[in-house]
């Protein structure tokens, strides 16, 4: 039997409802999306796109107005569904009356992990995020990157197979960025899937297998990052010396583009004749790699055209 | 462990952390300080203040109407009190950031509003005991009279508090508010319940006539919970042991369940 998709929306609606018609709010206009087993799936979008309503749906904190989602193959709304997901909300808020290992524990409860189990389970969370040494403080002494650590610790605390994290390196400084990306590594190589909502774009290009553009409710990008920022058959060729003298020994096919060489090559035996006539001609080649764009520019130009299109 | 029983557990972990019953305490022990020492000087003035505003009946049974005067003296404080205590518990659960993560875990919204309910009435029970049941004691060990129909206050008030409560839950839905919850149920306890109380009198209903207000009088009348008038069934009940006629029980039960079936169902509805 295959496994289910962690996610899988299909035609989702959501609509804010107000007394006058002309106030109404689509916040999602029907959107399709399915997240693999195992991959870290990226959700991009503007602010305002229905990142956090899409997510909120997903975890029945909100209600859609149409369409079908489903949580690891339940619909969601099945509490069931949610034994098995783990969740950091934006502006995460604990009882700041508790430490922190108290706050573990009755969240643990709440996820109906035994006794046991959260007793093994707490310190090795926090050890995770780094915060084993402040589990006796009270959650209320927390800076705002220390509050986003342990939310991240409670999401993870019951090893669920699902992970949603909406913004999870808000406020959280460089190194401790690096550390939560790779929590996020380990938590896939461990066969979990992790959805992840961020404005960080740097940070969702470098940890990310795939990733949807969210604008105004509708999908407008769907695809690994590669297969986003790639650059069609274009290939990014680093010389030593002028470029542009080694570009005259490729001819048409070849351009100058941020003191390297850009080649069109459609195929890799294309790729390798060109390298070949390079260096015939004498040309020492420092690194060859797929001409690609940041993800940055991709988003820019996938929103910018989405809004211009007629919808 | 269930749901329900983890949020009730919680919502007692949060009054105690939050000191809420050790400053409520203070307040009922400085309280009982002082009943003390009037009931151990002027014990009449206090009595007579209780029984007149309620009304003092004549007849034989002088000590059970002064004890029930004392009771329905006691009752107000005590329910305002129980009321500002656990105003914020609604509310709080509802901030943004803390609703998300308890309905992303795998609890129902039925279990979880349910929880938190129990809990306040739990943290209520608590306050009242200790409230009335220390006053009893005070009187009785002042002044050698023990007249355990005085320890009705104890559940009478729950009731109160119970609907009251109802309220807020229902208030929080909208507001997210401890002072708004806190106001509105006070104004009510204090001054909607007996004016709509008070409209339906043969007096009230004598000066308003026919005019409008005398219908939307007669409507929140019947719709919001008679609280006031579990206030003169108490006199009623400390005094003979007994009470006479149980609509206004039976309406504020009603009432509190409806209350509470619409606060749950909007809670179970809404978009956080």
């Known amino acids: 039997m295959t496994e289910p998709s962690p996610i899988d929306v299909r035609g989702l609606r959501k609509t804010y409802r107000a007394l006058r018609r002309s106030k109404r709010i689509e916040a999602l206009r029907g959107i399709d999306l399915e997240v693999r087993p195992g991959e870290i799936f990226g959700l991009l979008g503007p602010n305002g796109a229905g990142k956090t309503t899409l997510v909120k749906i997903l975890l029945a904190i909100g209600h859609a107005t149409g369409g ?30 508790l430490h922190a290992e108290d706050a573990l524990h009755y969240l643990g409860r709440l996820s109906r992990m035994s006794g046991a189990d959260r007793k093994q389970a707490v310190p090795a969370a926090l050890e995770q995020v780094g915060l084993l040494e402040r589990r006796t403080s009270k959650v209320r002494t927390f800076s705002k990157g220390m509050l986003q650590r342990l939310g ?54 470098r940890v990310c297998d795939r990733v949807a553009i969210l604008d105004q409710g509708q999908v407008l990008r769907t695809g690994s990052v590669e297969e ?40 890799v035996a294309a790729l390798n004749a060109a390298i070949d006539r390079l260096r015939a001609a004498g040309v020492l080649l420092t690194e060859v790699r797929p001409a690609s764009t940041s993800l940055e520019d991709v988003f820019i130009d996938v929103v910018e055209h989405g809004r211009e299109e007629p919808k | 462990m269930s749901g329900f029983l983890t949020i009730w557990l919680h919502t007692l972990s949060e009054a105690r952390h939050r000191k809420l019953l050790v400053a409520s305490f203070a307040l009922i022990g400085l309280q009982l300080i002082l009943i003390a020492a009037l009931v151990g000087s002027a014990s009449g003035m206090i009595t007579v203040a209780g029984a007149l505003v309620h009304g003092m009946p004549g007849g034989t049974d002088a000590l059970g109407a002064i004890f029930a005067g004392l009771a329905v003296t006691f009752y107000y404080p005590g329910l305002l009190l129980m009321v500002w205590l656990t105003a914020g518990f609604f509310p709080r659960m509802q901030e ?49 009279i023990w007249i355990p129909a005085f320890l009705l206050t104890i559940p009478a008030t729950l009731f109160a508090y119970t609907a009251f409560l109802t309220m807020m839950a229902l208030i929080s839905q909208a ?19 007996p004016l709509l109380y008070a409209a339906e009198t043969e007096l009230g209903r004598t000066l308003m ?15 919001l919970p008679r609280t006031t008038e579990t206030g003169s069934l108490l006199f009623e009940a400390v005094r003979h042991g007994r009470i006479g006629d149980t609509t206004a029980l039976l309406q504020v039960a009603l009432s509190s369940l409806a209350w509470f079936a619409v606060g749950a169902f909007w809670f179970h509805r809404k978009d956080y």
Not at chain 2, 112 to 129: D, E
């Open chain 1, 68 to 97: 079908q989602a489903k949580l690891l193959g339940r619909p969601v709304g099945d509490p069931r569904a949610r034994r098995q997901v783990g969740y950091l909300p934006e502006n995460i808020r604990f009882p700041d009356f």
């Open chain 2, 209 to 223: 006539g026919d005019s409008a207000w005398a219908g939307l009088f007669a409507v929140l009348y019947n719709v």
């Open chain 1, 152 to 205: 991240l610790a409670q999401a993870l605390l019951h090893r669920p197979r699902l992970v949603l994290l909406d913004e999870p390196t808000d406020g959280v400084d460089p190194i401790g960025r690096k550390e939560i990306r790779d929590v996020l590594v380990r938590l896939r190589e461990g066969g979990a899937t992790v959805f992840l909502n961020s404005h960080m774009l740097s940070e969702v290009e």
């Open chain 2, 96 to 144: 943004r950031g803390s609703i998300d993560l308890l309905l992303s875990k795998p609890i129902g919204r039925l279990a979880l509003f349910a929880g938190r309910f129990a809990g306040c009435a739990t943290i209520a029970l608590a306050a009242s005991t200790l409230y009335f049941g220390g006053n009893y004691l005070v009187l009785g060990w002042k002044t050698g």
């Open chain 1, 228 to 267: 986003l920022t790639r650059h069609g058959n274009r290939w990014r060729v680093a010389v030593e010396g002028d470029p542009a003298a080694a570009a005259g020994a490729l001819g048409p096919s070849a351009t100058v583009l941020e003191g390297a060489l850009e080649v069109e090559a459609p195929t």
């Open chain 2, 175 to 193: 507001g997210r508010s401890t002072a708004l919850s806190a106001a509105l149920v006070t104004g009510y306890a204090v001054f909607i319940g």
